[in-house]
């Protein structure tokens, strides 16, 4: 039996989500389908494969984090260096999870690093990222 408040929940991808850019709805995607399989990792229960797939999943944070500010970047969004800010304390975040993360066989402390992770980017993309939209150009 899984600990109390070690449920994690990953929304399934719906144009609800979309940001109105392909290149950045993809990489939304993706991140909730990455999570997504860690999730199925920790119910099989093999660490080594979860500590990977955790450490993939920052790699891929940072890349995003990228690309969608070069494309916000090139748009009149004036919330655009707040949100940078936001993209660095999210990353460092991630990273420092995963990092601690890292050592650990213990799986609930893991399931525990996947949930905050995960609650973290969904309310990032429900409420940060959702206000760039009407700036891309596209209704999703």
């Known amino acids: 039996m899984k600990p109390v408040g070690t449920r994690i929940s990953i929304p ?5 989500l979309s940001v109105g850019n392909p290149i950045i709805d993809g990489e939304h995607r993706a991140f909730l389908e990455q999570v997504g399989r860690v ?3 920790l ?3 093999d660490a080594s494969r ?3 797939a955790l450490a993939e999943v920052v ?5 995003h984090f990228e690309s969608e500010e070069r494309i916000f970047g090139a748009t009149a969004y004036p919330a655009a260096a707040p949100h940078v800010m936001e993209h660095r304390v999210l990353y460092h975040m991630a990273y420092s999870l995963v990092e601690s993360a890292g050592g650990s066989d213990e799986l609930d402390y893991l399931r525990l690093s ?3 992770l995960a609650q973290l ?3 990032h993309l429900v409420e940060t990222d959702m206000g760039y939209k009407p700036y891309l150009g596209g209704e999703g």
Request: proline share 0%; no cysteine.
């Open 59 to 63: 790699e891929n944070l940072k890349a």
């Open 12 to 16: 399934a991808w719906s144009r609800l």
């Open 121 to 123: 980017m969904v309310e």
């Open 50 to 52: 979860i500590r990977a």
């Open 114 to 116: 996947v949930r905050y």
């Open 43 to 45: 119910d099989q229960g």
């Open 39 to 41: 999730v199925v990792l």
